[in-house]
């Protein structure tokens, strides 16, 4: 089965939200948007679902052809079976175990003193980098996207903890706000789709 989505003039997170559901009916989808960003979240999200993406580009349009795996694969998303008794237990023990994920919403850290807070999260990010364990995922939202792009006193940090390994993802919908899309540094752009799945699926989550 075929269909067709027309994402255009759609804010983020609508364009992966609207190819999500549009994978669990249809093999086979088009998605038509008509930015990069919400091209690149929409392809992002369709290859973290094993799908094939063939992109093309007209007009400041594009056309994202994405074909599920024929295996079948994860792509549709669908509800595993529910498990029973113990094994629910050790489950819920292995998510519990999941990946670390810190959010960062703002470019300070605290209330109170703005200037202290700034210090103390130069300070925090530094230190860091020189720690034993790591997040698996950074994200930044709000003011905290501030900390990722150009000029940033902290890029280097942020350089060092993505060379360990680190994943970032840096809210396009923030970064856009702020006028600020053209002056990021290090991570991905990302979404809210990205966000509150990688949010939902850590074992431990904490916000600065």
Do not use: W
Not at 33 to 41: C, F, G, I, R
Not at 178 to 194: H, I, P, R, T
């Amino acid at each position: 089965m075929k269909k067709e989505v027309d994402a255009r003039g759609r804010a983020c997170p609508e364009p992966v939200v609207l190819t999500k559901k549009a994978l669990e009916t249809a093999d086979e989808i088009t998605v038509i948007v008509d930015n990069s960003t919400a091209e690149e979240n929409v392809r992002r999200f369709a290859v973290s679902r094993k799908c094939t993406v063939q992109v093309e580009r007209q007009g400041g349009e594009s056309s994202l052809l994405i074909k599920k795996p024929l295996h079948g694969g994860d792509s549709s998303g669908a509800r595993k079976a529910e498990i029973p008794g113990h094994a629910q237990d050790e489950a819920l023990r292995q998510a519990a175990s999941g990946p670390l994920v810190l959010v960062i919403a703002s470019d300070r850290m605290g209330a109170g003193n703005d200037e202290l807070g700034m210090v103390l999260m130069r300070s925090f990010l530094h230190t860091l980098g020189e720690a034993e364990q790591s997040p698996d995922t950074m994200i930044f939202f709000n003011t905290g996207v501030r900390l990722a792009v150009q000029g940033s006193e902290v890029l280097d940090d942020l350089r060092a903890l993505c060379n360990k390994g680190v994943r970032m993802l840096v809210c396009g919908t923030c970064l856009g706000f702020f006028e600020m899309k053209d002056k990021l540094a290090v991570g991905q752009v990302s979404n809210m789709y990205d966000i509150t799945e990688t949010m939902l699926g850590a074992g431990k989550v904490i916000r600065l």
